[in-house]
């Protein structure tokens, strides 16, 4: 069921801090089963849902599904530059989605990866924001939710690191019908999305929307 980076330089994390509002720090877990269905038991467990685990260890994150046994390499643990962070994540069945984020010299990019844990297949894999992106941007994948059939949703913000025009919120969605943009704007609550069977949920300031995941 459905359940951040370090940078090369103080300017972008400022940028980053002020721009989002939102602390840095690690993925986030989904859940911590007792029982480890696959991979390495000395393994720090990310998200684990009996069918299969995301975990980390040695600075990298891998997932598995219990019925294979097969380990693949989703992104690392920690942030620097040209390094794949993972995170946020979340894990339905064997499909895994989460975050993958690329620090560069003056950019930090970001990417939605919904990955079948069974064979490795990448079943979804598209930039985080919707749009043209501002000068010397910073995109930021904050949550990520994912049906079993590894339709995914997910919000996203962007900014400029060198100015304070083109900041922008978005939800996102993609499943049988397509990619579809939800709803962007300044006063999306982020950390909001919530996937409730096909039903997702959000805020946008001090409104409840919604939209179902196909």
């Given amino acids: 069921m459905p359940t951040r980076l370090a940078t090369p330089g103080g300017l972008i994390g400022l940028a980053l ?20 269905p696959c991979g390495p038991a000395s393994a720090h467990t990310l998200a ?18 219990a019925a294979d046994q097969k380990s693949f390499r989703l992104g ?20 895994a989605a989460y975050g993958l984020t690329t620090s560069g010299v003056d950019t930090i990019s970001a990417e939605v990866v919904v990955r079948r844990l069974t064979d490795g297949q990448v079943l979804h894999r598209h930039n985080a924001i919707t749009g043209q992106l501002p000068a010397e941007f910073y995109e930021k994948v904050v949550r990520v939710v994912v049906k079993r059939d590894g339709s ?43 996937l409730s069977g096909s039903t997702l949920t959000w805020r946008d300031g001090g409104t409840s929307r919604s939209a179902t995941l196909r």
């Fill in 152 to 194: 995914v949703a997910w919000t996203a913000a962007v900014g400029s690191i060198i100015s304070h025009t083109g900041r922008q919120r978005q939800v996102e969605k993609i499943d049988q019908t397509g990619r579809r943009l939800l709803d962007h704007g300044p006063s999306i609550r982020l950390s909001s999305l919530a």
């Fill in 76 to 95: 690392a643990a920690g942030g620097s530059v040209d390094q794949k962070r993972v995170g946020p994540l979340a894990l339905a069945g064997v499909d």
């Fill in 17 to 36: 801090g002020a721009g989002l509002g939102l602390a840095l720090a690690g993925p986030v877990s989904a859940s911590s089963a007792p029982n480890i």
């Fill in 48 to 65: 684990s849902d009996g069918a299969a685990r995301v975990y980390s260890q040695h600075g990298r994150v891998f997932g598995c599904a």
